[in-house]
């Protein structure tokens, strides 16, 4: 069976796909581990049929249940600014259409994720099977309560907005452990990063203005 055609302009999915990585870098996402994660993750998969167009573009785009799949340079800021270690269990609190979920895999031991639609929790784990992803364990639940059964957590990503501190997700942090939030109320947030002292303490610092979803209580109700 022949190749399909080569697009005239050169435009591959691979070309495509470099070129995202260029910009991901000039806007300093510059860890070497994360930046082969997202280029081994086909974002596309992640995508909805009548986006998969624009599956490369730096931008968010929209998914089932009123969701987004995040701008790749906020998840590629995100994964960098937790430091995850291979040997890390990390939770994320909104699995969504999975393609975050799938870029942490890809850096840690272990990802448990969390997500209150069951559409977009069946969605994403078709996905992760049909890509091979092993270390995933999901849960239909409430992010906000986090996964206690299973804490401590190296690390804690939590890819809605929390309308404040996250006391019961930092109270399932390890001591020295890592957790990235957007926070605040209103349509624009902050990303902002907890760090552990060892003590049961915090240093806390603040990345950039982000805008997410707010994170919700319960579980979706879905038709």
Known sequence: ??????????????????RLILALRSQ????????????????????PELFKERAFEDSALPIA??????????VGLMSQALKVDKRDRVLEIGTGSGY??????????????????????????ARFKALGLTNII???????????EQAPFDRI?????????????????KPSGILVAPIGKG??????????????????????DVRFVPLLEGVAKEL
């Open 1 to 18: 069976m022949s190749e399909p055609p080569i697009p005239a302009d050169g435009d591959t999915p691979e070309t495509r796909m470099a």
């Open 28 to 47: 300093g996402v510059s860890d070497a581990k994360v930046l082969n994660a997202i280029e081994k993750t086909p974002r596309e998969l992640f995508t």
């Open 65 to 74: 249940c009123g969701q987004t799949i995040s701008q790749p340079f906020i």
């Open 100 to 125: 975050q979920t799938a870029i942490l895999s890809k850096l840690a031991r272990l990802v448990y994720t969390v997500e209150r639609y069951r559409t977009l929790m069946r969605e994403a784990e």
């Open 138 to 148: 999901t849960r239909f639940g409430d992010g906000g309560e986090g996964w206690p």
């Open 157 to 173: 990503m939590v890819t809605a907005a929390a309308p404040g501190e996250p006391k019961a997700l930092l109270s399932q942090l």
């Open 187 to 208: 349509p624009v947030q902050t990303l902002r990063r907890y760090t552990g002292d060892g003590k049961g303490g915090f240093e806390v610092e603040d990345l950039i």
